[in-house]
């Protein structure tokens, strides 16, 4: 419906609502009821010094996530078969399996820093019909270059979601048993997946502003480096005003003397937040 497709897939769709929701309410309840009782898992590890109930605590609500997941990736699948078997318009099939996804997975089908760049660039007012034309046909060229890398990302995070859950009461175990959590993050491999497609952004990027100039280009989302440097800048300049307000001496750093006095300002700030003496 969002798609506006309501009216043609409706018709279809509507023969498998009734047991996908018994369905995946049923799962929703099973996840639900178990997540109550994670509190209590996790206060007993803390009280016992032994983690072990907090992982297999854990370990099952990683189970039942998935099973949520499950419920609604197979539906997914019959709705596109079911409206393939009713000649429903590959268009709209396409469309809607695509939207599906990027409901699904917005951090890899939501729009991407290259396509929210041309986007961005195609609405300039002063871009001449020759360069959002080429800007089309780059927007294009990504798509089909990020394909593949989406596909890879999708089934890395479906393959990686439980063991990044249980990692985490993992390394909370190694470092309770006096380790040093050093456990190896599920994530790393979708990280690096989400790094190589960001450097295919940042190359289509460039190709982009060549086409631009310095003005148009400044209209465009932040790239990585440009925000690096703001953030680096806006830090600095809370620095240097933080020196300023204590540096009594006007000799642009604070002495021993003036690192007291901001320490206690700064206490005494703390407890004006925290509610004062009745806190």
């Known amino acids: 419906r969002q798609l506006g497709l309501g009216d043609q897939l409706d018709p279809v769709l509507a023969t498998i609502w009734p047991e996908y929701a018994v369905e995946l309410d049923r799962a929703l309840v099973t996840r639900d009821d178990h997540l109550t009782t994670m509190p209590v898992a996790m206060m007993d590890a803390f009280r016992t010094m032994d983690p072990t ?42 469309r809607y399996a695509t939207g599906f996804r990027e409901a699904a997975y917005r951090r890899i089908y939501g729009p991407s820093f290259a396509q929210r760049s041309f986007a961005a660039a195609a609405a300039l007012e002063d871009v001449t019909p ?43 175990a190694a470092r309770m048993q006096g380790g040093g959590g050093d456990v190896p993050s599920p994530d790393e491999r979708l990280e690096e997946l989400f790094e190589q497609r960001q450097q295919v952004d940042d190359a289509f990027r460039r190709q982009l502003e060549s086409l631009l100039t310095p003005d148009q280009i400044a209209l465009l989302p932040e790239t990585r480096e440009a925000r690096a440097a703001r953030r680096r800048a806006e830090a600095e300049q809370r620095r240097a005003e933080f020196i300023s307000r204590f540096d009594r001496d006007g000799d642009g750093q604070l002495s021993d003397e003036e690192r007291r006095e901001a320490g206690r300002e700064m206490f005494r700030g703390r407890g004006q ?4 003496d009745d806190t």
Request: aromatic share 4%; glycine share 8%; net charge negative.
């Open 53 to 94: 109930v907090a992982i297999e605590a854990t370990r099952t609500e990683a189970r039942l996530r998935e099973a949520v997941r499950d419920v609604n990736l197979r539906y997914q699948e019959m709705a596109v078969a079911l409206l393939g078997e009713a000649g429903v318009d590959d268009e709209a099939v396409g």
């Open 273 to 276: 937040r925290g509610g004062g």
């Open 130 to 172: 020759e360069v959002k034309a080429l800007i089309g046909e780059m927007d294009l060229a990504y798509a089909a270059e990020v394909a593949g890398l989406n596909q890879l990302l999708e089934l890395e995070t479906v393959s990686s979601e439980a063991a990044s859950i249980t990692s985490r009461i993992e390394r909370f």
